[in-house]
């Protein structure tokens, strides 16, 4: 079965930079859209944006005032989230996810593989 995979976060003082990537076991990008997502203490799970690897759209959700950017590299066959400018309220779990058919959603039922999540955390 497909498992997305996160990898690249950790601890980063604000201001600073980050770069998450997301693969899938087993199996190329293909057609799949891919979404990311965070959940932060007490919060509700929140997507930041999707892209359509069927034609490579990306839509945000949430881009944080543009601090964060989707983009995926085909030859490498990496989804990644780049996040800049990072500040205190950024701290969460961050997720990427397969959806259950080739369009983008900002709903998490719209998912039907989760990865683990990479903690990122924002911190001086």
């Known amino acids: 079965q497909v498992q997305p995979v996160e990898s690249g976060g950790g601890l980063v003082q604000p201001g600073g930079s980050l770069r998450l990537s997301c693969v899938l076991s087993?199996?190329?990008?293909?057609?799949?859209?891919i979404g990311w997502f965070r959940q932060a203490p007490g919060k509700e799970r929140e997507a930041i944006g999707c892209i359509a690897n069927i034609d490579g759209n990306i839509f945000y959700e949430n881009s944080q005032g543009g601090r964060f950017t989707i983009a995926r590299d085909k030859a490498e066959n990496v989804v990644s989230l780049q996040m800049n400018d990072l500040k205190p309220e950024d701290t969460a779990v961050y997720y990427c996810?397969?959806?259950?058919?080739?369009?983008?959603?900002?709903?998490?039922?719209?998912?039907?593989?989760w990865g683990q999540g990479a903690q990122v955390t924002v911190s001086s």
């Open positions: 087993q199996s190329s990008l293909g057609f799949w859209a």
């Open positions: 996810a397969k959806s259950k058919d080739y369009v983008c959603s900002f709903y998490t039922y719209d998912f039907d593989s």
